[in-house]
C-alpha cells in the first residue's frame, strides 16, 4: 500500500472495523471483510484519488463485501442485504439495537473487546495491536519475539476464541474494566512504542501512530482516572514523546541521547507527564507503567546528558526488573548500570541475554553490547556487534546509525 494511502488506511481502519462489528458483530467475518475494502482502495484509490470521506467509502464497501458472503446463509441475512441495498450511500452501518453510532467510541470499545477475558494475555494483546493499531503481522511477531507464522495461528485461534464466547462489540460494565486494563495497556504501550521507535522502513518516528497511542490512553484514562497504572501510562508516553521533535535531523537520521538538542524538548508534554506521575506514585501499589514513567521523568527533568541521575535510574531500573522483568528491560537497566556504576557491570547483565536463541537475533541486544563495549576500551569487539545489529534491524535510520558508529575512530 502506498505511504499515503497507508496512512489514511491506519487511520480509518479501527472505525471501519467498528461500525461493522456494530451490525454483524463477528471479528473475524468483519476483519476479511474490511481487508477486501482495503484492497480495492489500493486499486482503486491510485486512478480516482483518495475521496473526500473515505471511511464511508470502505464502510459501504466492506460492507457490500459483507453481506455477499453472507447472502446465502439465512433468510434473515437476505433480509439486511435488501435493507443495506435500498439504502447504498449510508455512511455508517446501523447498530444491531438500533443505538445511535458513536464512531468516535469505535477504537476503544475495538480495544476492550480485543481485549476478552476468554483469551490468553499474549492472545489478547496480539489481536488488538492488529484490529485496532492494524500493525502488520510481522511487526506484532517482532513485538513477541516469534515467528510471523506463530503469530498467524495466535491471531486465528483467538478470533475463533472470541467467536466462541460469543463476545460483543460493546463496553464491557464499569464492574469488567478493571479486569482487561492490564492487556489494554501492554496493547497501548506496545501502540505508541511502534511508533515512537519504528521497527522497519525509513523513518525513525511515526509521529502519527504514536499520538494515537496517547489518544486512545487518554480515552481509558477518562474511562478510568483513579488507575493509577493507566495514569502511570499515560504519564510515561508523554514524558517520553516529548523528546521526539529532537530525535531525528534535518535528513532524518537518528540522533542519539547523549547528543539531543533538549531546547527542542516539548516542554508541555513533560509539565503534564510529571503531572500525572506525581498524582500516580503517591498512592497504592507501584506497577510497570509508573515506573518506567519515573525513569522517563529522571531524564525529562535533566537539564543536559551529562547531568543525568543515572545513580536513580538505576535505582529505578533495579524496581523495575523485580516488578516486570523482560529481555528489554534488562537491555536498559545494563545501559544505566554501566553508566552509574561503570560498562564492566552492565556487560555482566547481558551476559544471561547471550543465551536466549530469541534475543540473539534481536538487534538491540547487540546495540547495546556493542555500546557498551566501546564504553569499556574495546573498540573491536565492539566493531563486530555493531555489524551484527545493522544487519538485523529493519529500520534504515538506526541502520545508518550502526554503521556510522562503525566507521568512526
Known amino acids: 500500500m502506498p505511504p499515503n494511502l497507508a496512512d489514511v488506511w491506519r487511520r480509518e481502519a479501527p472505525h471501519v ?36 470521506d473515505p471511511r464511508a467509502w470502505l464502510i459501504r464497501v466492506a460492507s457490500r463485501r459483507l453481506i455477499d458472503r453472507m447472502r446465502a446463509d439465512t433468510a434473515r441475512t437476505r433480509r439486511e442485504t435488501l435493507d443495506a441495498a435500498r439504502r447504498p450511500d449510508a455512511d455508517v452501518v446501523p447498530a444491531a439495537d438500533d443505538a445511535p453510532a458513536t464512531p468516535a467510541d469505535d477504537p476503544l470499545r475495538l480495544l476492550f473487546l480485543c481485549c476478552h477475558p476468554a483469551l490468553s494475555r499474549p492472545s489478547q ?47 464491557p460494565p464499569p464492574r469488567a474494566l478493571p479486569a482487561r486494563v492490564a492487556a489494554v495497556l501492554d496493547v497501548c504501550h506496545l501502540v505508541f512504542t511502534e511508533g515512537y521507535t519504528r521497527t522497519s522502513g525509513e523513518t525513525l518516528v511515526d509521529v502519527e501512530l504514536a499520538e494515537e497511542a496517547i489518544r486512545l490512553t487518554r480515552q481509558v484514562h477518562a474511562a478510568l482516572p483513579d488507575h493509577h497504572e493507566v495514569t502511570g501510562a499515560l504519564a510515561l508516553m508523554l514524558l517520553t514523546h516529548a523528546r521526539s521533535p529532537a530525535r531525528t535531523d534535518a535528513s532524518g537520521d537518528l540522533v542519539p541521547l547523549a547528543d ?25 501499589r507501584v506497577g510497570r507503567y509508573q515506573l518506567q514513567a519515573a525513569i522517563a521523568a529522571v531524564h525529562a ?19 523495575l526488573s523485580r516488578v516486570a522483568p523482560t529481555p528489554f528491560v534488562t537491555l536498559n537497566q545494563a545501559v544505566a548500570v554501566a553508566m552509574a556504576h561503570g560498562p564492566a557491570l552492565g556487560l555482566a547483565l547481558l551476559d544471561p541475554l547471550l543465551t536466549d536463541p530469541a534475543m540473539l537475533h534481536h538487534h538491540r541486544l547487540h546495540a547495546v553490547r556493542a555500546h557498551l563495549l566501546e564504553l569499556n576500551g574495546d573498540p573491536d569487539a565492539a566493531a563486530e556487534h555493531y555489524r551484527r545489529a545493522a544487519g538485523l534491524t529493519g529500520s534504515l535510520p538506526e541502520q545508518r546509525y550502526l554503521n556510522r558508529r562503525l566507521t568512526r575512530p
Open 17 to 52: 472495523r467498528g461500525a461493522l462489528l456494530r451490525r454483524y458483530g463477528h471479528l473475524d467475518a468483519c476483519e476479511d471483510a474490511v481487508q477486501e475494502a482495503a484492497e480495492a482502495a489500493v486499486a482503486r484509490w491510485p486512478l480516482t484519488g483518495v475521496p473526500d
Open 125 to 171: 494483546v496480539a489481536l488488538t495491536l492488529r484490529a485496532v493499531a492494524g500493525l502488520r503481522v510481522e511487526q506484532i511477531a517482532a513485538a513477541f519475539l516469534v515467528p510471523a507464522r506463530t503469530m498467524t495461528q495466535r491471531l486465528n485461534r483467538a478470533r475463533g476464541t472470541l467467536r466462541q464466547a460469543g463476545a460483543r462489540f460493546t463496553m
Open 260 to 284: 539531543q538538542d533538549r531546547t527542542r524538548w516539548r516542554g508541555d508534554l513533560i509539565d503534564e507527564g510529571v503531572t500525572l506521575l506525581g498524582q500516580a506514585l503517591p498512592r497504592g
Open 301 to 319: 527533568e535533566a537539564p543536559t546528558f551529562q547531568a543525568t541521575d543515572w545513580r536513580q535510574i538505576s535505582i529505578l531500573y533495579d524496581m
